[in-house]
């Protein structure tokens, strides 16, 4: 456990749309409805759109199944803003960790006009209904990957794994893929600083680099990614040089 968060190698996810009454929404409309009035006062370009939340989960071994919904973005935002104060519900998203080959961890600065304005964390996105397959099955890696690139011009690499380390707490449910590029740290954060650039609406402000604890900051990154690194770092720092992945 690191940060109050649980961290468990996860070998496969699954994820499937079900069919849920979520009570605490119903029951606190006008404080979403007021969160929301207050959100989008201070960040005009909000938009109320349907996401998935989850309702339950499972892991079986090396394995995890999800069950999740749909609701509103401002039910989602508002539950998160008072500290999710429902258990049994949780914001379960998917997100890639890319790493340079010298074992540098890149992550996302949130821009201004966001609703994370200022965070710290990996490209990662809330899984919404574009995300839901034939059956109801839900791609949760096929969401990692597609923010991923969206947000920093790079694709994954053909043999990149989908072995996951599910970070649990504070009503999250983390799953965290790293994904180690051929090139150092300095280079991506470069070719990503590069895409942003030439993008009309970039979401970020820039890409930050963390190679040791002390480049954690503990201000700006959410606890799931400082529990995310200090782990990392920490199992880096044990390893040879040589055998040095995740």
Known sequence: MSEGFILTPIETVTARLVTYEWAWARDNAETIAENWRRRCAARSGLFDGRVLLA???????????VEMFETSYASFITHKDLGS??????NAFAAIVPRGVDGAVLLGVMGGHTANAGQIYFPCGTPDLGDVREGGEIDLAGSAAREFTEETGLTLPPDASERWLLARGEGQLAFL??????EPGAVLQNRMEKHRFA?????LDGFVVVRAPGDVDTRRMPAFVRA????ALMR???????SRSD
């Open 55 to 65: 309702s339950g989960y499972r892991i079986e071994a090396t394995t995890c199944s």
């Open 228 to 231: 995310y690194l200090r782990h």
């Open 177 to 182: 893929n790293a994904v180690t590029f051929p």
């Open 236 to 242: 880096s720092a044990t390893l040879p040089s040589w």
């Open 199 to 203: 993008e009309a609406e970039p979401e």
């Open 85 to 90: 104060p429902d258990a049994a519900v949780a």
